[in-house]
């Protein structure tokens, strides 16, 4: 289009991906959001430091903020969003309800009052029935969001609902919903221009979540019956038009399981997940929103625009599923996202790049297009064996169960999939399979080999390390130890004058015969008749392979792996935070299961409770302390 593009970045995005693709770039402030992020007026003088024309908000931060806009407009720069008046109306929860409700859009039963004393939302709640959702008045990615199940719990989730909502939004208002169980989480993509023209794009089933954030979405949804799609595509219009939307914007319906839709929330901003519309549209969103704030008319009419395919976005999160999905941080050692045909992958990191605790823990969209469903999941699963990434947790083997679960495949989807299915999306883990240990073993030699061919001095710290390991052109039998989780495994290698070996793996009866070879970080070996290629990656005291859609991680024991394991009585942080809220102090008497101190990162909370009945003992963090990764946060002695 032309369009020269200003970039600005905190002190923590100084080498990011985003300022070294734009035409200029300028610092706005430190890491914290609240810093740069956040600050409209940085930004407002860097637009017209640099002769901007129109600011782009982007997913987050100030996308949806009526007040930054309001700011825009006075200095004469374009704020590339929907007009002022439709942020305030939809920005507000309550508010969007009411006139969703003028306008004949169906409703979930809730109160969305101004009232936010605790005894009258404890009575709507009452009154309402359980479970019941309390969300944030303003904002959305399930912050500030919470379900309660019971009239006990009530206050505790609202406080942290509010606490959380102030965190992230700076305002700790709520509303409070009736919870429907099982249902659908279906949204359509709206746009409008200035002349009165407003259209959708079809819809994005986002039904697939966790913490009420979106993990797997699809377009179009499954199971859409035509009529369906068309009443829904109406009633979205109608939102939009309702409060004169201009722009990209997402209308978002709770879909139950008799076919029955509510409006649930309008996002005035392009989303996250908006690739999948683009690949089954073939529309440009960004291309439009660019014309539209230019003062073009919709390039196209509703009769127009139609379903090409299917579509699937998997979101790449530095998470660790295992462990409550708890975000991670570190480098991004190693990174190689696939490609080809029908995979696009949309990411702000590359090899090198830190995952911080600032932001928030996403490290690539993954979008796949195909002709049918059956084929795009075919796609999306050939797409996910070939994302490698190690230097930190994260989920790209969780979405590989998820994505070919049979209640997936089948299209039975809803927004409890995730909890309803968790012991089969994380099975426990179980011992390496013998070909892994074999792939290790041919890899580690490999590798060992191909040092001392370029004339490198041997690794010292190898596990198999040895003078004879030097030639290779003789029978040697050899013992390779390898750590398989805390286990210890002896893993014994003939090393025939042919270059093959024989492996043998405690329990076979028979040895692996294998041979292989190793350029870079990529081997093919021969398992047998079979010739198979893949990668391997020596890290942290790991090998990691990836081999056939599989991911294998084996350690070289040359530390204590659990030197940093928690001791009796004590609790270590989970992960890298600040703490929000101290609930002890020394010398109280606690039980198992209370509430002790609660920790936020990429402004997500997580409560630390007392493992056991007993007295605290220590505090060694106060309020607002930021906390590395696994610190002890308090002791308790048990009783």
């Not at 240990?437 to 040092?451: D, G, T």
Request: glycine content about 8%; proline content about 5%.
């Amino acid at each position: 289009m032309g369009v020269k593009t200003v970039a600005v970045f905190s002190e923590a995005d100084a080498n990011s991906t985003h300022v070294s693709l734009a035409d200029e770039s300028y610092l706005i402030g430190g890491a914290a959001s609240k810093d740069s992020y956040l600050r409209g007026d940085k930004i407002l003088s860097v637009a017209k430091q640099s002769g901007a024309q129109a600011i782009h908000p982007g997913y987050g931060f100030l996308s949806e903020n009526a007040s930054f806009a309001e700011q825009c407009a006075k200095e004469g720069i374009v704020f590339i969003g929907p007009p002022i008046d439709a942020i305030k109306a939809m920005g507000s929860k309550s508010a969007s309800k009411n006139i969703m409700g003028k306008a004949s859009v169906p409703q979930i039963p809730g109160y969305h009052g101004e009232d936010q004393s605790l005894d009258l939302l404890k009575k709507e709640a009452d009154k309402i029935g359980y479970p019941v959702l309390i969300k944030a008045v303003l904002g959305g990615g399930g912050k500030g969001m919470r379900i309660v199940d019971s009239p006990d719990q009530f206050e505790e989730m609202l406080t942290s609902a509010r606490r959380e909502a102030m965190s992230s939004f700076s305002d700790d208002r709520v509303l409070v919903e009736k919870y429907l169980v099982q249902p659908r989480h279906v949204e359509f993509q709206v746009f409008g221009d200035n002349y009165g023209n407003t259209v959708h794009l079809n819809e994005r089933d986002c039904s697939v979540q966790r913490r009420h954030q979106k993990v797997l979405e699809e377009a179009p949804a499954p199971h859409m019956p035509e009529e369906l799609r068309k009443k829904m595509g109406e009633a979205a219009v109608a939102a939009a038009k309702a409060v004169g939307y201009v722009g990209a914007g997402t209308v978002e319906f709770i879909l139950d399981s008799k076919k029955n839709f509510y409006f649930m929330e309008m996002n005035t901003r392009l989303q996250v997940e908006h690739p999948i519309t683009e690949l089954i549209t073939g529309v440009d969103l960004v291309e439009w929103q660019l014309k539209i704030a230019s003062g073009q008319k919709l390039p196209k009419k509703q009769e127009d625009i139609g379903i090409n395919g299917h579509a699937f976005e998997a979101r790449i999160y530095a998470e660790n599923p295992s462990n409550n999905f708890l975000p991670g941080t570190g480098k991004l050692v190693h990174l190689s996202p696939p490609e080809g045909e029908g995979i696009r992958v949309d990411t702000g990191v590359r090899q090198g790049d830190e995952v911080s605790v600032f932001y928030d823990p996403m490290i690539a969209k993954l979008a796949v297009w195909d002709t049918n469903r059956r084929a795009a999941l075919n796609r999306l699963k050939l797409a996910l064996d070939n994302y490698h990434v190690i230097g930190l947790a994260n989920n790209i083997e969780f979405l590989k169960k998820l994505s070919t679960h049979p209640e997936f495949q089948s299209g039975n989807v809803q927004t409890g999939f995730i909890s309803d299915y968790l012991k089969e999306l994380i099975p426990p883990v179980t011992d390496a399979p013998p070909k892994a240990l074999a792939l290790a073993v041919i890899s580690l030699i490999l590798k060992e080999a191909s040092r001392f061919e370029s004339a490198k001095s041997a690794d010292p710290l190898s596990p198999f390390a040895s003078g004879n390991s030097k030639r290779l052109n003789f029978e040697l039998d050899r013992t390779i130890k390898l750590l398989d989780g805390e286990k210890t495994v002896e893993v014994k290698v003939t090393c025939h004058n042919d270059n093959t070996f024989s492996v043998y793996v405690p329990g076979s009866k028979e040895p692996i015969r294998i041979s292989g070879k190793l350029e870079g970080e990529s081997l093919r070996v021969k398992i047998g008749d079979k010739s198979i290629k893949g990668k391997s990656v020596i890290h942290g005291g790991q090998i990691h392979l990836f081999f056939e859609g599989e991911n294998y991680q084996l350690g070289l024991p040359l530390k204590d792996y659990n030197a940093s394991a928690q001791t009796k009585g004590s609790l270590l942080s989970p992960m890298p935070g600040r703490i929000v809220k101290v609930s002890v102090k020394i010398g109280d008497k606690v039980k198992k299961g209370d509430p002790l101190m609660i920790m936020e990162a990429m402004k997500m909370e997580h409560t630390i409770r007392a493992p056991s009945d007993g007295v605290v003992e220590s505090v060694n963090y106060n309020l607002n302390d930021l906390v590395e990764e696994k610190k002890q946060l308090l002791s308790i002695k048990s009783q």
